[in-house]
T-cell receptor, first 113, second 112 residues
Framework: KAGVTQTPRYLIKTRGQQVTLSCSPI?????VSWYQQTPGQGLQFLFE???????NKGNFPGRFSGRQFSNSRSEMNVSTLELGDSALYLC????????????FGSGTQLSVL | AQSVTQLGSHVSVSEGALVLLRCNYS??????LFWYVQYPNQGLQLLLK??????LVKGINGFEAEFKKSETSFHLTKPSAHMSDAAEYFC??????????FGTGTRLTIIP
């Protein structure tokens, strides 16, 4: 089975722009969750999608949004980028939910200039 | 609200020595607890998890952790450190399908 695939691997944007990150889960996995990793804040939970519905949400502003498609692939969007949004964005998938083993992708490294 | 605290952002041990990484949690209901490892430029990989049942959990690469409810702890141990264990380790907590909360991480350095 292929692992969790995140694209692109690296991204450079400027303040005020928006960005869309993509995550393809392991085949058969219906839960996809997103995380922001920074040296200062560590790993923070953004949100989780299950069967195209957002099931859980972390404490991030509304500029951070996501969606999940019928094939379980997920996208995360950040609008009006700020310098502080520079981070490694990780997605993870599981068959059913967050109480199971998470399978992580390698992440998208976003730099906001 | 659930939370998890990892004591020590950096831990150094000699090769062959005991590895002990500390994790304490706070939750009002029985938690699910996890240890993940992250190697440079990679995503996270599950080492082990505790849901219910046996309190001593064995994971991959010789790691194990013991769930101690009275101490609200879930410390990670390995009897003999190997150079390949150098990485960052994260403790995490959730209740079933609730949001997942990670600790701030412990960077483990192995001294030859």
């Amino acid at each position: 089975k292929a692992g969790v695939t995140q694209t692109p691997r690296y991204l450079i944007k400027t303040r005020g722009q928006q960005v869309t990150l993509s995550c393809s889960p392991i085949s058969g996995h219906r839960s996809v969750s997103w995380y922001q990793q920074t040296p200062g804040q560590g790993l923070q939970f953004l949100f989780e999608y299950f069967s195209e519905t957002q099931r859980n949400k972390g404490n991030f502003p509304g500029r951070f949004s996501g969606r999940q498609f019928s094939n379980s692939r997920s996208e995360m969007n950040v609008s009006t980028l700020e310098l502080g949004d520079s981070a490694l964005y990780l997605c993870a998938s599981t068959p059913q939910g967050l109480g199971e083993k998470l399978f992580f992708g390698s992440g998208t490294q976003l730099s906001v200039l | 609200a659930q939370s998890v605290t990892q004591l020590g952002s950096h831990v150094s041990v000699s090769e062959g020595a005991l590895v002990l990484l500390r994790c304490n949690y706070s939750s009002s209901v029985p938690p699910y607890l996890f240890w993940y490892v992250q190697y440079p430029n990679q995503g996270l990989q599950l080492l082990l998890k505790y849901t219910t049942g046996a309190t001593l959990v064995k994971g991959i690469n010789g790691f194990e952790a013991e769930f101690k409810k009275s101490e609200t702890s879930f410390h990670l141990t390995k009897p003999s450190a190997h150079m390949s264990d150098a990485a960052e380790y994260f403790c995490a907590v959730t209740f079933g399908n609730e949001k997942l909360t990670f600790g701030t991480g412990t960077r483990l350095t192995i001294i030859p």
